[in-house]
Nanobody, 119 residues
Framework: QVQLVESGGRLVQAGGSLRLSCAVS????????MGWLRRAPGKDREFVGR????????YYADSVKGRFTISRDNVKNTMYLQMNSLKPEDTAVYYC????????????WGQGTQVTVSS
């Protein structure tokens, strides 16, 4: 089993920045592909991005490419999502996940943290 705990979500104005954190425990963090999913109000959960086990490779959804950056610290068992140039359409619950796929699924995900972007 793996436990994922997200933090850092809050209300922010459009154009602003926010950094989310994900603390991972219960399994070997460093060997897993990690990433982020999100669920906007009234929509299905969607893929945001993922990072390789080493941190050397990342991949993002087109909707966030160039604005969001995923990083990880395998010593601290923590992953981050730096979000810049936030838009109202980024408003969602953000989930930390292991092995996320492009369809919005994953092996495990946390409880989520709410990000609200005001216009």
């Amino acid at each position: 089993q793996v436990q994922l705990v997200e933090s850092g979500g809050r209300l922010v104005q459009a154009g602003g920045s926010l950094r989310l954190s994900c603390a991972v425990s219960g399994r070997t963090f460093s060997s897993n592909v990690m990433g982020w999913l999100r669920r906007a109000p009234g929509k299905d959960r969607e893929f945001v991005g993922r990072i390789s086990w080493s941190g050397g490779s990342t991949y993002y959804a087109d909707s966030v490419k160039g604005r969001f950056t995923i990083s990880r610290d395998n010593v601290k068992n923590t992953m981050y999502l730096q979000m810049n140039s936030l838009k109202p359409e980024d408003t969602a619950v953000y989930y930390c996940a292991t092995n996320p796929n492009n369809r919005g699924g994953a092996d495990y995900w946390g409880q989520g943290t709410q990000v609200t972007v005001s216009s």
